[in-house]
């Protein structure tokens, strides 16, 4: 194997080695034949301890391309299953993913590196491991924006161009790109196990999971039940950031639902502009079963699958665990809203509860569909309203007037906790929608267009420039604004593919 001290020194742990046999299979990269760094995340390797001052751009292009493989990498493609659409597939796993292995960051967190389109593995069917490029850029631009949105997610630590092509609908550049996680446990990885009634394994993911992110859970009495309700307060919590942020998944498999609560697999994900509930991108999801609104429902439906995969774990009866764990399921919808419910108030700058907020904040989402109005710039519009501007000046279409006059009265009830009355001045709420509500998202036309540069020109300046403003979604910074804007109807994406 091609392991060489290059000037990079990655300090793994590798306890992915730890787990039994099963759970993964040994294999390398396969070599490509021209690798070219495109980007290289310094702050996140300062963060996953690596040391990388000395290294080149062709050294880390070696890297991360899988043609050198790091001193003491694992190397492992890892087995799960999942639910794909809503039929279960018995065995999918990493088919052009291979874990590089893991590290303990400077926060004491296991991180998994994992490389994604570095060919073939025991789990690639008929598929030949590699990824188009575009994909590539995609993942890099929308983890990296989601972890500055405040979202918990997995997050690119580099990409490169390989050289090759990959052959799609049509040739295409291809490209690598290196993928941090908490971990790579996903729904299916226990739904892989539980399909072949290997409890034995099952039973070690479960005290992965456990030490790996729910350390609080350790001497729980019944700890696959205790499990199953952190993960689906995580994944509640996470969602409801979701709909926050306009943001859709597109494709919300078994096999794409981390236990960490990490967003994974940014495929053909996408921010929504004008708001609508029923909002879909990925071409591949004809019934509309990942759109925008349907998260929550679907976030229970795959929450119930991890609980049939974990019930065998839960009683030595699996009959005695169904009560329990339906009745941690049922809370999935209140958990959702409650967060949800949350992260509203603080966009529409409200510091107290009150009874009607939930009918207040779908009062505004009705008015936003009724005239298309854009989600992301509408609460920073709300923002300038709040500090005094008329909404026509802010840039609202007078179709929200009625429920801005709602807003109005209901701000005038508010008063910040532990303060004088009216402590919260209209600045300083203003101050604080700003601070909550993003100015940039990655928007998909401005994606797209990065894409199309580094794809048709080999330019990759509109994706470096996109990233530093996706990267940095609150800084107002004037020659950054036009990312602000939403799509001219004759830019706008509404189709985005999985890159498989
Ligand atoms: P995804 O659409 O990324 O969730 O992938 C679903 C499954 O298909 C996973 O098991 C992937 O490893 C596998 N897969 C996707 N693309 C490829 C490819 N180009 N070669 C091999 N396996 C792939
Ligand atoms: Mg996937």
């Not at 974990?310 to 764990?325: G, R, V, Y």
């Not at 309203?385 to 009625?402: F, I, N, R, S, Y």
């Not at 509109?462 to 950054?480: I, Q, S």
């Amino acid at each position: 194997m091609h392991t060489t001290s290059v000037n990079l020194y990655i300090p793994f742990a590798n306890r992915c080695l730890a787990l039994p046999a099963t759970c993964h299979a040994r294999v390398l990269p396969t070599p490509v034949s021209a690798p070219r760094l495109i980007a290289f995340n310094a702050p996140l390797a300062a963060e996953l301890g690596i040391s990388a001052a000395d290294a080149s751009p062709a050294d880390l292009a070696g890297v991360f391309s899988g043609n050198t493989v790091p001193e003491g990498a694992a190397s492992v493609a890892l087995a799960y299953a999942g639910h794909q659409f809503g039929g279960f597939s018995p065995q999918l796993g990493d088919g052009r993913a291979i874990l590089m292995g893991d590290v303990v960051d400077l926060h004491g967190q296991a991180r998994d590196l994992q490389w994604k389109g570095t060919g073939r593995t025991p789990f690639s069917r008929s598929g030949d491991g590699r990824a188009a490029l575009g994909p590539v850029l995609r993942e890099y631009l929308l983890s990296e924006a989601m972890h500055a949105l405040g979202v918990p997610t997995t997050r690119a630590l580099a990409a490169v161009t390989t050289g090759e092509q990959v052959l799609r609908d049509s040739p295409l550049p291809g490209g690598i790109v290196t993928r941090v996680a908490g971990s790579h446990l996903r729904i299916g990885t226990f739904q892989y196990f539980a399909a072949r009634r290997d409890f034995t394994t099952l039973q070690v993911l479960v005290k992965e999971a456990i030490e790996r992110h729910y350390p609080a859970l350790a001497q729980a009495d019944n700890r696959a039940l205790a499990l199953l309700e952190a993960v689906a307060d995580r994944q509640s919590a996470l969602v409801a950031k979701w709909l926050g942020l306009g943001f859709i998944h597109g494709v919300m498999n078994t096999d794409n639902m981390t236990l960490s609560g990490e967003t994974i697999d940014y495929g053909p994900c996408a921010f929504m502009e004008a708001f609508a509930p029923d909002t879909v991108f990925s071409a591949i999801d004809n019934q509309g079963r990942y759109a925008y609104a349907e998260q929550p429902r679907i976030l229970q439906w795959n929450l119930a699958r991890l609980a049939e995969a974990l019930l065998p774990l839960m009683a030595e009866d699996p009959e005695q665990a169904i009560a329990p764990a339906m009745a941690i399921l049922e809370t999935v919808p209140a958990r959702v809203s409650h967060y949800w419910l949350a992260g509203f108030r603080a966009k529409l700058g409200l510091t107290t509860a009150e009874e009607g907020d939930a009918e207040l904040v779908n009062g505004l989402l009705q008015a936003m569909h009724a005239v298309e109005a854009d989600f992301t710039l509408t609460f920073r519009q709300l923002a300038a309203v709040a500090d005094g501007q008329t909404p026509e000046l802010a840039g609202l279409h007078p179709g929200l007037a009625p429920w801005i006059a709602e807003w109005q009265a209901r701000l005038a009830r508010e008063q910040e906790p532990g303060l004088e009355p009216n402590a919260r001045t209209p600045q300083r709420r203003a101050a604080a929608m700003l601070a909550t509500n993003p100015l940039f998202i990655p928007r998909n036309h401005r994606v797209e267009e990065a894409i199309r540069a580094a794809e048709d020109e080999d330019d990759f300046a509109p994706f470096l420039r996109l990233l530093e403003v996706v990267t940095n979604p609150w800084d107002y910074v004037t020659h950054r604004l036009p990312y602000a804007a939403s799509a001219l109807p004759a830019e706008r994406v509404t189709r985005t593919f999985c890159g498989t």
